[in-house]
């Protein structure tokens, strides 16, 4: 696979989202948490997805529950948190798995072409942040801890 624009995934209502639709936009993807303390990241990430929309960028979430069972709830229940809670209106893909023999193919890519913390590959905690080019590539990586707000330089540069 060359890009991210060559997977798909579930949407939290089951349907299955090419993401070769977005070829050519920048996309943040994220994995999420309901119960997580960064939980409220789901904010920013709405106000940089409002910010930027007009200009092709679009932030995927991808709800996990491979730490601390911090996403326990099902996909409906995920997908209306996320809307009424925080206004949501990006895509809520179905729960998936980030690392393991189980983890969706679109995040072994992401971290086969990115290196988080002390150069791991693994995805160590909720919220860690792959920005995608317009070309389907990882342009950087950011820690679970880096607030959405902090990265919009990067994105405007590859807007």
């Known amino acids: ?7 798909s995934a579930p949407l939290a209502n089951g349907e299955l989202l090419e993401l070769a639709q977005f070829q050519g936009q920048p996309l943040l993807i994220v994995n999420t948490a309901s119960k ?3 939980t409220p990241q789901y904010v920013a ?14 932030v995927l979430a991808f709800p996990c529950n491979q730490f601390e069972n ?7 229940e995920i997908k209306q948190f996320c809307e ?5 209106s990006f895509p809520i893909f179905s729960k998936v798995a980030v690392n393991g023999p189980d983890a969706l193919p679109l995040f072994n890519f992401l971290k086969t072409n990115s290196r988080g913390l002390m150069h791991a590959r693994a995805i160590k905690w909720n ?5 995608i080019n317009r070309a389907g590539q990882v342009e950087a990586r950011y820690a679970p801890r880096t607030k959405p707000d902090a990265i919009s330089a990067v994105i405007e540069s590859i807007l």
Do not use: R, V
Request: proline share 2%.
């Open 1 to 7: 696979m060359a890009s991210i624009f060559d997977f």
């Open 36 to 38: 997580c303390e960064l």
């Open 45 to 58: 990430l709405e106000q940089l997805y409002q910010k930027y929309k007009a200009q092709g960028f679009h």
């Open 70 to 76: 911090k996403e326990p709830a099902q996909n409906d």
């Open 84 to 88: 009424l809670q925080f206004g949501i």
């Open 127 to 131: 919220f860690t942040k792959f920005l």
